[in-house]
């Protein structure tokens, strides 16, 4: 069964943006020749999952060519749908039943790229099987929060721990669902 990923960073007090979107704190660990495993971790994936309001600021500041490789499916979580557009889905249906139709498919695993609500909704759900969170070395005070109030409690298991020499930590953890006999 293919696995939801989460690959995103965060301040280490917890927050994706900085209020307005602003996501220039990043900066901070820009390193030339440096991804943070980044191009290695999307060889893994061929299945994106994307809340609108990041998609639209993704495509304004990088532009649509992120998205738009040709080799991923790309789901657009949007409540106004649009008409496909070559691999891009514009999706306004149930989350839960989305997930598990892609999961339940053979290919590699799926991304999900944001937003905040999205992964939230993905957490109540209980629907997220890895976590690579990428620690900024910044304490930015208030904007927007990777996790959410109003989700269950979840286990997680520590998978590895990297530092690099700008300061930036990455943690990954599976979720750790306990089998019952």
């Known amino acids: 069964?293919?696995?939801l990923k989460i690959f995103i960073a965060m301040s280490l007090d917890g927050f994706i943006a900085k209020p307005d979107d602003d996501l220039s704190f990043?900066?901070?660990?820009e390193k030339e020749g440096e991804d943070y495993g980044y191009e290695a971790f999307t060889s893994g994936i061929d299945t994106l999952i994307i809340g609108r309001k990041t998609y639209d600021y993704v495509v304004r500041e990088i532009g649509s060519q992120h998205y738009d490789n040709g080799s991923n499916d790309v789901y657009i979580i949007t409540?106004?749908?649009k008409p496909r557009k070559g691999k891009t889905i514009f999706y306004s249906g149930d989350l839960k039943e989305l997930v598990l139709k892609l999961k339940s498919e053979s290919g590699k695993d799926i991304y999900c790229d944001?937003?905040?609500e999205i992964i939230h909704q993905l957490l109540v759900q209980?629907?997220?099987d890895e976590l690579i969170i990428s620690i900024i070395?910044?304490?930015l005070g208030e904007g927007t929060r990777?996790?959410?109030k109003g989700r269950p409690?979840?286990?997680l298991k520590l998978q590895s721990i990297k530092s690099f020499e700008t300061g930036l930590v990455q943690v990954n953890y599976l979720r750790n669902r306990i089998k019952s006999l």
């Open 1 to 3: 069964m293919r696995k």
């Open 26 to 29: 990043l900066k901070a660990v």
């Open 79 to 81: 409540r106004k749908p």
């Open 114 to 116: 944001g937003g905040a």
């Open 126 to 128: 209980d629907l997220v």
């Open 137 to 139: 070395p910044v304490l």
């Open 146 to 148: 990777l996790f959410k």
């Open 153 to 155: 409690e979840q286990t």
